[in-house]
């Protein structure tokens, strides 16, 4: 019986999730008076710029021990980036994080610094709208194939970025992140009729395969 990919997903994630939860310490941090100690059992985050590009990119925080943690987001996407109505993209990812956090004493500071190596995978598929309006005031009937106009694509990207996580309140975090690493981008189908070509797109483009930036604005919710 064939599984589908996104219900895989959700499995090991899940799986991963239980895992960690029953391994973690807690992140010890110093609230706002500098003296009392509390300590955190996971963190709900959600990168809020993601928005901009029409993705909801959200997920946990799970600490390991005092100076390091996981971090796992799912990701959804449902629009065009920069609002560009000519183009929508659609489909799914997932994010796996490591944060290892500075000092001696790792989170026992106002505003812990981090490192954090992590791996994206995202399976997408873009629509042309313009190009679709082009293939339909077109004579020839085979140019109304979906497939002409629509790329399915995936998305791999390794890399590293550091960050530092601001303590609002007792209850929220401000992630502040920046970094970089290699996106390599490749099609579902090898003999796509609208098949992708890296090289042609810009950096801020999904699609582009090489070396990327990546900066990060994340809102966090503290569960002790």
Known sequence: MKTHPIKLSYV????????????AQGIKYTRKDSV????????????????FSGSFWAGIEIPLKNKSAIALSGIGTYGSPDFNRNQQYKGWGIEFQYRNFLGKNGRFVKTPVYFAPHLIYRNLTHIDWEK??????????????????????????GGIVIGCEIFASDMFTLDMFFGGGIRIS???????????D?????????????VVPRIGFRIGIINH
């Open 198 to 210: 890296p090289k042609s797109y810009s950096m801020s483009d999904v699609r582009y395969s090489g």
């Open 132 to 157: 679709y309006d082009s293939f339909i005031f077109a004579n020839d009937p085979k140019y109304k194939d979906e497939a002409n106009y629509t790329q399915n694509f995936q998305v791999f990207y």
């Open 12 to 23: 090991i994630l899940l799986i991963l999730g239980i895992q960690f939860t029953s391994i």
């Open 186 to 196: 490749k099609d579902v189908f090898k003999n796509s009729p609208y098949p992708l």
């Open 36 to 51: 009392t100690i509390d300590t955190i059992q996971f963190i709900v985050h959600n990168d809020m710029a993601r928005y």
